[in-house]
């Protein structure tokens, strides 16, 4: 346990790095051309815009840095303290200050935050604007001195040992061994802390000095892995052997590594081939004398081609390095898939990888098995999520009323995966739960979604249905009968549950206030708030339409005393993993009580206009009345 903790720390601490970094690939890529074509040594040496390239690395980059830093913690007001620190570091140094910029952004969002959470309730009206100008002034203009005469020196001499050290293992020949950690640390979603938080801030100050840097290949080169899947293309089985070509596309050309992860998870012996495979490849690069004068994001061969410095002997080096390393990983790769046992399940492989991310992969759907023809005579369709109180009942809901529309006599029902009933014929989950569904009952035809509020599967399914429905009248009329027997809804949405004009600065930070109002309201125990974080940490929540309903895991479904609902207005919006949720919807449900009110919440927030009117509702009474008359 304690070192799954230990993981899960680094992985959102290498996720926050990443997130400071990533929204701003843009503007590396940008001082990477300009390095490319301009510098004396470039495609098209020119001495005047050559004058463009260190200002936006010293300045442009680590400001981009500190502003999003800060905005992560404490949206706009934290992105313009960061980046007023930010400032401080910048200038009591001569390098680029990534670093410093990953320190000072985050760290004055966090302290404008504290602020404004001590003065909260405490300030007059009229003067809300001067203090807060004033506030982030003050505090931003006092953390640029304290950088500028304290961090900044500090950071300085950390990346001075580093890129010491960094040479040392070159002059040496051991910058191979950093494989032995990068490898396995991609496969375990922990390369964003190693990537952006070392190796691209040493990387750049190489670039600045050097002209480029065999440091921002070391993780991004497509070799190791594209071995991988070339084994698999060779000497795998079934599954894994049919999709591997794909993958080596999407891999290679595309730069989404986590596509060959599941095929590594598979066989973890393959790790010895990624490893070995990447120490070649660096070997290669420090023989040939290869390196990168821009970040390559994604890892694309593409875009280290696009990155390499404009001279032959560059593109040679580069070349070589990623075809060896591919080669050394196909060769190990096919001895280890050759010898041994293949037990190939690429759909439980690609769920343990998404479980190790702790958030919905974007490749993780291209894993899932082909389904064949909507089976005949369909009578029971199921949907199914974690806990089969939330997401499930919503779409649920939907297709039961799409279902009447279309005058068919079959029977629409939602659980848990785990209790996904033998004969269910067709099971509808959200993407990433597939899998286990597929799991569950493999003989069902799986339909995935990732809007269950306006998916297009549900029209889609509908046509498919039209010609096709032999329900038993007893079952339908039993299952009519469960309907009108479920509770009304008994007081379950109640004024002082409903709170308009919130603000978060994260998901986490909404779903915990969720949750204290469920417990405030004694409708669960305390516990039940975080299941309510690992429920979304494990699928989102994220329903589609800006709306968002977090509830707990399946297991914490004991800690539930009684079904309740709190409804949270957020009109700026607050991000669930990229998307924007303007209605929370938090949710305790007990012995089915629930399910009612669920269902026409669903009907309601399918359609966009009753968010808007929802969002925009001025008092608790008239967003209720949006809901209940519907």
Not at 109 to 128: A, L, M, S
Not at 205 to 219: A, D, K, P, V
Not at 434 to 456: G, M, W
Not at 487 to 510: I, P, R, Y
Request: proline letters at 4%; aromatic letters at 6%.
């Amino acid at each position: 346990m304690a070192q799954s903790n230990i993981k899960v720390a680094v992985q959102k601490f290498g996720n926050f790095l990443s997130s400071m970094v990533m929204p701003n690939i843009g503007a590396f890529i940008a001082w990477g051309l300009i390095t490319a074509l301009f510098i004396p040594t470039g495609f098209f040496p020119n001495e005047s815009l050559t004058k463009l390239v260190d200002p936006m690395v010293k300045y442009l980059l680590p400001l981009l840095i500190g502003y999003t830093g800060g905005k992560l913690v404490h949206d706009q007001r934290g992105g313009v303290v960061g980046a007023i620190a930010t400032m401080g570091v910048i200038v009591g140094s001569d390098i680029p200050m990534f670093l410093g910029a990953m320190i000072m952004g985050p760290l004055g969002g966090y302290i404008i935050k504290k602020f404004d959470q001590f003065i909260e309730g405490k300030v007059k009206t009229g003067f809300e604007m001067l203090i807060n100008n004033f506030s982030a002034g003050i505090l931003g203009g006092i953390l640029s001195i304290l950088a500028f005469l304290g961090v900044s020196p500090a950071v300085d001499g950390f990346t001075g040992a580093l890129v010491v050290g960094v040479d040392w293992m070159v002059a040496h020949g051991l910058l191979p061994l950093t494989s032995i950690l990068i490898e396995p640390a991609k496969i375990l979603f922990l390369n964003n802390a190693i990537n952006h938080g070392i190796l691209s801030p040493i990387g750049a100050e190489q670039i600045r000095t050097n002209g480029q840097s065999i440091l921002l290949l070391l993780e991004t080169n497509p070799g190791p892995g594209l071995g991988i899947l070339l084994a698999y293309c060779f000497f795998g089985k079934g599954t894994a052997k049919q999709s591997a070509p794909g993958a080596a596309i999407i891999h290679f050309i595309g730069g989404i590594h986590e596509i060959y992860f599941p095929y590594v998870l598979m066989r973890p012996l393959l790790i010895i081939a990624a490893i070995l495979g990447g120490m070649s490849g660096v070997f290669t690069f420090v023989l040939l004398g290869g390196g990168l004068q821009a970040v390559a994001s994604p890892g694309s061969i593409l875009a280290i081609l696009a990155a390499t410095p404009g001279n032959a002997g560059s593109y040679v080096a580069n070349i070589s390095g990623v075809l060896v390393a591919a080669v050394v990983s196909f060769i190990v790769g096919s001895l280890i898939l050759k010898t041994g046992k293949q037990t190939e399940d690429l759909d439980e492989a690609a769920r343990k990888m998404q479980e190790m991310k702790g958030k919905k992969s974007s490749v993780a759907g291209s894993f899932t098995k082909q389904q064949g023809e909507v089976p005949a005579s369909v009578q029971k369709i199921v949907f199914a999520c974690d806990a089969g109180m939330g997401s499930s009942a919503m779409g649920a809901s939907l297709l039961r009323k799409k279902v009447k529309q279309a005058d068919l006599n079959i029977s629409v029902t939602n659980t848990a995966i785990s209790n996904i009933p033998s004969d269910a014929q067709i099971v509808i989950t959200q993407e990433e739960l597939t899998p286990r569904a597929q799991n569950k009952v493999p003989d069902a035809y799986h339909i995935s979604v990732d809007n269950f509020l306006s998916s297009p599967e549900y029209d889609k399914l509908i046509d498919q249905l039209k010609n096709d429905h032999t329900t038993s009248k007893a079952e339908e009329e039993k299952r009519v009968s469960a309907e009108n027997n479920t509770d009304s809804n008994g007081g379950l949405l109640k004024e002082e549950n409903v709170f308009l004009n919130q603000h978060f600065s994260s998901k986490e930070e909404a779903i915990r206030f969720a949750g204290s109002v469920l417990v405030k309201g004694g409708y669960v125990e305390e516990n039940y708030v975080e299941a309510m974080i690992d429920r979304d940490n494990m699928t989102s929540t994220y329903m589609g339409n800006d709306v968002a309903i977090p509830h707990g895991t399946e297991e914490a479904k004991k800690n539930v005393l009684r079904s309740g609902f709190t409804v949270i207005q957020v009109p700026e919006g607050v991000d669930f993993d990229g998307e924007k949720v303007r209605l929370i919807f938090g949710i305790a449900g007990k012995d089915g009580t629930h399910l009612e009110i669920l269902s026409g919440i669903a009907i309601t927030c399918s359609d966009m206009d009753n968010i808007e009117k929802m969002v925009h509702a001025k008092s608790a009474k008239e967003l209720m009345a949006i809901i209940q008359s519907n």
